[in-house]
C-alpha cells in the first residue's frame, strides 16, 4: 500500500498563498493520477484537483482559479500552489494517488497521508 507524505501547510492570512508538497513512496509512475482534496472541520473530504499521468487537470469550481495542480516526475513529487486564498480555504489538506481515477473522482483512493493544516486567517 502507497505511503503519502503531505507537508507545506500553516496559516496565512486571506489573499496570501502556499504550496503544498506530496510525496508518494512509489513512483508517481505507478498510477493513472494523483489528487489534492481537503476537509474542513465537521465536514466530509472534498476533491481539491487532480492531475492524470498524461498531465490532465480538473478543478472543483470552489478552487478553480485560484489552485493549481502539477507534478514533479523527475522529484517524483506533486503539488498544489494555492493563491487568493480564503478563510472557507481553511482545512486539513490530503493528498492521493491511485491506479483508478474512479477511485480519486470518488474519493475512495487505496490510503490517505496524514494530511497538512491549512488556516487562513487574519
Known amino acids: 500500500q502507497v505511503q503519502l507524505v503531505e507537508s507545506g501547510g500553516g496559516l496565512v492570512q486571506p489573499g496570501g498563498s502556499l504550496r503544498l508538497t506530496c510525496v508518494p513512496s512509489?513512483?508517481?509512475?505507478?498510477?493513472?493520477?494523483m489528487g489534492w482534496y481537503r476537509q474542513a472541520p465537521g465536514k466530509q473530504r472534498e476533491l481539491a484537483a487532480i492531475?492524470?499521468?498524461?498531465?490532465?487537470?480538473t478543478y472543483t469550481d470552489v478552487v478553480k482559479g485560484r489552485f493549481t495542480i502539477s507534478r514533479d516526475n523527475t522529484r517524483n513529487m506533486g503539488y498544489l500552489q494555492m493563491n487568493s486564498l480564503k478563510p472557507e480555504d481553511t482545512a486539513v489538506y490530503y493528498c492521493?494517488?491511485?491506479?483508478?481515477?474512479?477511485?480519486?473522482?470518488?474519493?475512495?483512493?487505496?490510503?490517505w497521508g496524514q494530511g497538512t493544516q491549512v488556516t487562513v486567517s487574519s
Open positions: 492521493a494517488v491511485d491506479q483508478s481515477l474512479h477511485n480519486l473522482v470518488g474519493i475512495t483512493p487505496g490510503s
Open positions: 492531475i492524470t499521468i498524461g498531465g490532465s487537470t
Open positions: 512509489e513512483s508517481i509512475f505507478n498510477f493513472a493520477a
